[in-house]
C-alpha cells in the first residue's frame, strides 16, 4: 500500500493567499475526473493507493476527504474529515467513521490529522474493528510533539497500528511516526525533507496484544465481562456496555478476561 | 494538597499469597474508623489530604475507593475505581464519575490507575468540568513507559492537569510524572525511591489553554459549534454534541470558536 499525507496533491494551497477558496475552488465530486485518474494509476500499478485527502465537493458542501484506491482500481474507501481544523479550516465536518479491508493484512481505519486530537475518533474505528489507523496529516505545526504522543496513545489505548503520515516541507513538518500495537515507534522519518518510509505491518501483533494484553499485561479488549453493568459516559450520553458491538467482524470487547496462567501478574493497574 | 498514590495503606497486600482476599479482610465502609482517623489527620494539620485510596466495603461490594479530605476534615468525594486491572484485581466496579472543587485551584477529577487506559474516564472527568485530574498509580509493570505517554496524552485531548502518582518500591515502580495543560512534563519523580514532589498548579494557564489552545494553536475546547450535527460515536451509542453539558460550572465546549486575529495560522490539522 502507496499512502501520502493530508491534501497532498494540493500542498500548495498554503501559499495561497485564501487557501480555503482556493481548495473549494479545486474540489471535485468522487466520480470527476480527480479520482478516475488515480484509480488509472492505482490500476497500472497494481497497488492499493492512499493519495492523500482530497478536497470533495458534494452539492455545497467542500469535504477534506480520504480516497482508497484498490489494485484493480476500485474506489474501496472515503472518508470525510470529523474534526476540521476549526476555525482555520472551512471544511464541512464529516458524519461517518469509514474502514475497509485489505485481505491477508486486516481492516484499516482512516483519519486524517486534527481527528488524532480526539480520542473519539480512533475509538470509533477501533470499535468497528480496525487493525491499523492510517492518519494523513499535514502540519507544520510546533504542536507535532504533541501529535506524537497521541499516535503513541491512540495506539496504546485501542491496542492497533497507528500510522501518522505528515507532509515534508514546506508545506509539513514532516516528522511521521509509525506505532505498534503495543505504543512502540517501529519507523519514523525525522525531519521535513521528503522521503519514502516502508512501514512493516504484522497482523498477529494486534490480536496477539489484544490476547495477551499490552508488553503482555493489560489485556484492554477484555476489560468489560458480560454482566457488567453499562459504564454511563455523560459526555456523549452513552455508555460502554459488554455488548455493543457492531458486526461479526468486530473485535470481541465484552469476552470474559482470562489470566493466561495462575501466576500473580508482574505489573498493577 | 498532599496526594498519595493507589492503595497506599495498603501496599503491603502484594507481597500476601492472595491480595485480593487480604484487601477485602481490610475493607471498611467510608464512614468506618479508618476515614474518621484520616480526616482527623487532615484536620489536625489543616491540609487538603488525598490519603491514596481504600479498599471501601459497600453491601457484598468491595471498591477501591479513593477519597478527599478537606482541612476541615471533611470527607468531601469518594470515587470508585471504574476500570479494575482485569482479571487480576477482584474490586467491584465504579460506576461514578467523581470531581470535587478547591477554592482558588480549581475542580479535580479523580481516577485511578488503570482508568488512565480508557481515555472515557479522563474525558468525563474533564466534561464535568476537571481542570486537574488525580490520577492514583500504584504499578511496577513494564508498561509504565505506555502511562506515562497516556498521562501526556490525557492531559493533552483534555487541556488539564494530569497528575500520575505512582507509588514507590517495592509495591510500586516509581515514575510519577506530572503533566500540563499543553502536554508537557513540568515535575517528575524518576526511580523508585520514596520521595515528595512539589508540583505547581497554576489555574490560569487550563483557562488559557483552552482559550488559545494547545501550545496557543490548536482549540480543542471550541471545536464544536452551535447548529452542528451531532457527532455519532457507535461504540457509545451515543454521541458528541455542541449542546451536552452538565451544569453551569462544567468547561463551555459548543462554544463558537473565534480566531485569534486574522492572520494565517502557523500550525495545520
Redesign the interface.
Known sequence: MVVYPEIHLFGGA?LAPD?NGWLADAAEPLDGPRVAALAEIAAAHRIWLVPGSLPERAGDAIFNTAVVLAPDGRLVASYRK????????SWT?G???VTFDVPEIGRFGLSI??DS????ST??L???GADIVLNL???????R??EI??A???A??NQLYFLSVNAAGPV?AGGSVYVDP??RVIAECTGAAPAVTFVPIDPDRVRDVREHG???????A??M?PG??P???????????PQ?R?DDAAPTPGL????RSGD??????
Do not use: M
Not at 474534526?83 to 479550516?89: K, L, Q, S, V
Not at 486530537?117 to 473519539?120: A, D, I, M
Not at 470474559?256 to 489470566?259: E, L, Q, R, S
Not at 500473580?264 to 493497574?269: D, K, L, S
Open positions: 498554503d487557501a470529523v474534526f476540521p481544523w476549526r476555525p482555520f479550516e465536518p458524519a461517518d467513521w490529522c486534527f486530537w480526539f480520542p473519539e475509538r470509533q477501533s470499535w468497528l496529516v499535514k502540519t507544520v505545526g510546533d504542536d510533539a504533541q504522543v497521541l503513541q496513545a491512540n496504546i489505548v509539513g503495543d505504543g499490552t508488553v503482555g499485561l493489560s489485556r484492554l477484555h476489560q465481562w457488567d453493568a459504564i454511563h459516559l455523560p459526555a456523549y450520553g452513552g455508555s460502554l456496555t455493543r457492531t470474559p478476561g482470562v489470566p500473580a501478574p508482574t505489573g498493577g493497574g
